[in-house]
């Protein structure tokens, strides 16, 4: 009975493979068919004019802004690690004046 399902299985498995792989291959061939007018990225732009004008300004302007949220970020980040690496630097200070004095006591003796 093992067998059966594990063939069973395995003929399913194999039969929507087969599918999904015709499905790929149907969707990419209609991705890249060569049909002139609407439907294509940048249609608008690649037709000039006020609206392909206009489209390029909006996107110059979502990249601008968009760098401009990144810079933000890394700066605080960097603004972050500066903060916490000079708080280490504090530790280690403490630690080393601690150390001294314990050399200090011992040489004492």
């Not at 991705?31 to 609407?38: A, I, L, N, P, V």
């Not at 700066?75 to 630690?95: F, G, N, P, Q, V």
């Amino acid at each position: 009975m093992a067998v059966a399902r594990s063939s069973y299985a395995l003929l399913f498995a194999s039969k929507r493979c087969l599918a999904s792989r015709h499905a790929l291959r149907i969707s990419a061939s209609r991705m890249s068919s060569d049909k002139s007018g609407s439907g294509r990225d940048g249609a608008i732009r690649e037709a000039g004019g006020a609206f392909g004008k206009r489209e390029a300004a909006q996107e110059e302007q979502f990249f601008r802004k968009l760098q401009a949220e990144q810079f933000s970020k890394m700066k605080e980040r960097l603004e972050d690690e500066i903060e916490h690496h000079e708080e280490e630097i504090d530790r280690h200070r403490k630690a080393i004046k601690k150390i001294l004095a314990k050399k200090a006591d011992l040489d004492k003796h």
